[in-house]
């Protein structure tokens, strides 16, 4: 069995959950399953492999908040590697590599990214030399740390707005900027700033509400919500129509005998039934989501892939005109380093692309700074890679984004879940927008962002997650995507 062993100074630096949430994966970017043993001041990772890797763990940087920092490739050894000097080291090497990379595509990068960068070496360097156990080298290994993170937001920023400039030289945008709109229709005052911020919209189809009795369908709120999009020229996306969220299933759904079986026999009739009754009024349907994820029934991966296959093939067959999606949560699959699965999200993709059902895009479900179940938070450079990752597979993307906007209780969340790290504010929502979606927008292979859920006023998943308050007041985040909606979309 694969160990290896990080301390950590001052001891008190990250929290266990942080320290639980790292995790080592190789260069496929495939988490290794491991078990991860913290102690104030040391953090010791136990794996059943042992090749070298790189650990990924959420690390909190002065003007960033928590963010998930990668450390260069390390090989076991008996000696204990120096946490932040290792993490400084890491993203000096992403931002280098990064830079080097798009500079040869003919991206101007700004004298302050150079700047920074050769004073993170710089810092690194001090950091190196001395001796690693002082204060005084800890102090400049979290400085170049920062120095590099700080350079890794403005390169993005640069590339962002270079490649948005190439792309706006034949007119706006087709991308598709939306919301979920969740269980209930928007009052009159959130339809209006709706409408003066997105194009599209998620109409969504949960079963369990939508049929709660076998047999008995209740489509009164989509039927209106889908009205209202055609009435006011909105880009219609509907689903998922599968969900295997536990909350999503309803009760009645068989679980003895053949599992699969009666799971797959009922979710097909209610396929049916939502195709058939909106067909020609959905511009895309979400025919499963969050397929590798899901945990009702406690199917099998291979159960999992015949179940999303068998939503993709007859959503085409009874819809041959709609575009067709399915939706994977986590994409960069930080769940695998504490379960048994080994199928990776974009393995599956794959996998359903490869069967040609029909299937014509992907939508990668990101709710940030979320645990357990959401996304580590990631700074724009790693998003880039990780989209760029998902593009190999040649098909248009969706993002479907969720980000807090408080750390305090949430009374309408109905999800056990907290935000990690306290530096979750509405201006650090708005911040998180203003660094990524310019990013989203300029890469081609993104053709739709959606939020995941646009109010906090009625029940939702994710705690002050959405675009309004509690008391329906709008956050600032969603002045910033009006406004870079009317700059760069149709």
């Known amino acids: 069995m694969g160990l290896m062993r990080l301390t950590i100074s001052p001891p008190d630096r990250i929290t266990e959950e942080m320290a639980r949430q790292a995790y080592l994966c190789g260069l496929d970017r495939v988490p290794w399953r491991g078990w991860n043993h913290w102690t104030p001041g040391e953090l010791v990772v ?19 908040g928590v963010v998930t920092i990668a450390t260069a490739t390390l090989r076991e050894r008996e000696e204990p590697y120096r946490l932040p000097l290792e993490l400084a080291r890491g993203k000096i090497g992403q931002v280098r590599n990064q ?39 800890i102090a400049a290994a979290e400085k170049a740390l920062r120095s590099a993170l700080d350079a890794a937001v403005e390169l993005a920023a640069a590339f962002a707005e270079q490649a948005l400039a190439i792309r706006r030289t034949s007119g706006k945008l087709n991308v598709l900027l939306g919301g979920d709109l969740g269980s209930t229709v928007l009052d009159d005052y959130v339809a209006g700033q709706y409408l003066q911020t997105f194009n599209a919209a998620i109409v969504p189809m949960v079963w369990r509400e939508i049929e709660a009795r076998e047999g008995e369908f209740l489509w009164d709120i989509a039927d209106e919500q889908i009205s209202w999009c055609k009435a006011q020229g909105l880009t219609v996306c509907a689903g998922p129509l599968v969900d295997l969220n536990p909350q999503s ?71 041959a005109q709609a575009g067709i999606a399915i939706s994977f949560d986590q994409p960069w699959a930080e769940y695998l380093a504490r379960h048994g699965d080994d199928f990776p999200p974009l393995h599956f993709a794959d996998a359903l692309l490869r ?36 593009g190999l597979l040649g098909v248009p993307l969706y993002l479907v984004i969720a980000v ?56 939702h998943r994710f705690p002050h997650g959405g675009l309004f308050d509690l008391l329906r007041h709008p956050k600032p985040a969603i002045r910033l995507l009006a406004s870079l909606r009317h700059a760069h979309l149709k």
């Not at 136990?46 to 960033?64: C, K, T």
């Not at 203003?434 to 006023?457: C, M, T, Y």
């Open 46 to 64: 136990q794996r059943a492999v042992s090749e070298s890797g790189n650990l990924h763990i959420p690390w909190p940087v002065e003007g960033h």
């Open 355 to 390: 069967a040609e059902l029909g299937l014509t895009c992907l939508a990668l479900e990101v709710n940030m700074g979320y645990v357990p179940g959401g996304t580590l938070p990631r700074d724009p450079l790693e998003f880039n890679r990780q989209i760029d990752f998902w």
């Open 99 to 137: 830079l080097a990379e798009w500079e040869m595509l003919g991206l101007a990068v700004p004298e302050s990214v150079r700047r920074l960068l050769r004073d993170a070496i710089a810092t690194l360097g001090i950091a190196v030399v001395g001796d690693q156990q002082s204060e005084a080298s």
């Open 249 to 319: 299933v309803p009760d009645w759904v068989p679980v003895s005998g053949n599992r699969f079986d009666n799971l797959c026999t009922s979710a097909s009739e209610f396929i049916a039934a939502a195709v058939t009754r909106y067909r020609g009024k959905v511009d895309t349907w979400l025919a499963a989501g969050r397929v590798n994820t899901g945990e009702a029934f406690s199917l099998s991966e291979e159960d999992r892939v015949r179940l999303a296959a068998r939503a993709v093939e007859l959503t085409r067959a009874l819809d």
């Open 404 to 459: 807090p906007s408080s750390c305090q209780p949430d009374p309408l969340a109905l999800s056990r879940v907290e935000t990690l790290g306290e530096n979750w504010t509405p201006a650090a929502q708005q911040t998180w927008v203003e660094r990524h979606l310019p990013l989203f927008l300029a890469k081609p292979i993104v053709r739709g962002v959606f939020w995941n859920q646009i109010r906090d006023s009625e029940p």
